[in-house]
């Protein structure tokens, strides 16, 4: 936040808030660019930035990961549901077949009764 938008912020607001970007906008380099030489030359980039460039590079940067990882996740829940439902259709057909071999030796036994 400037001090344009809120004029009661103090240095100590903004040394806090530019301290916790620098540390998010750190992780997310380190996250995104698995190469050393890709982090370095992140870091080169983000020295020239002003301060709205940042922000703007940390939110870009962001939505960037939240879309890998939603992807990961995605992939990882589909994968899951897949094999439970797998493992319900074969309970399903087990019961199925357990309930019709019932079904048939009652019928069995009260046909023979008659």
Same mark, same amino acid.
């Not at 879309?67 to 439970?84: I, R, T």
């Not at 077949?97 to 046909?111: F, M, R």
């Given at each position: 936040?400037?001090?344009?938008?809120?004029?009661?912020?103090?240095?100590?607001?903004?040394?806090?808030?530019?301290?916790?970007?620098?540390?998010?906008?750190?992780?997310?380099?380190?996250?995104?660019? *698995?190469? *050393?030489?890709?982090?370095?030359?992140?870091? %080169? %980039?983000?020295?020239?930035?002003? *301060? $709205?460039?940042?922000?703007?590079?940390?939110?870009?940067?962001?939505?960037?990961?939240?879309? $890998?990882?939603?992807?990961?996740?995605?992939?990882?829940?589909?994968?899951? %549901?897949?094999?439970? %439902?797998?493992?319900?259709?074969?309970?399903?057909?087990? $019961?199925?077949?357990?309930?019709?071999?019932?079904?048939?030796?009652?019928?069995?036994?009260?046909?023979?009764?008659?």
């Amino acid at each position: 936040m400037t001090t344009k938008e809120n004029p009661t912020i103090n240095e100590e607001e903004l040394k806090k808030s530019a301290a916790q970007l620098g540390q998010k906008l750190g992780l997310l380099i380190t996250l995104l660019f *698995p190469k *050393p030489e890709e982090q370095q030359a992140m870091l %080169v %980039v983000a020295e020239k930035m002003s *301060p $709205a460039q940042l922000l703007e590079l940390t939110e870009t940067l962001e939505a960037k990961y939240i879309e $890998a990882f939603g992807k990961s996740l995605d992939d990882q829940y589909g994968q899951e %549901v897949k094999a439970a %439902v797998g493992e319900y259709q074969t309970n399903q057909a087990t $019961a199925d077949k357990e309930i019709l071999s019932k079904l048939a030796a009652l019928e069995a036994e009260l046909t023979g009764k008659k």
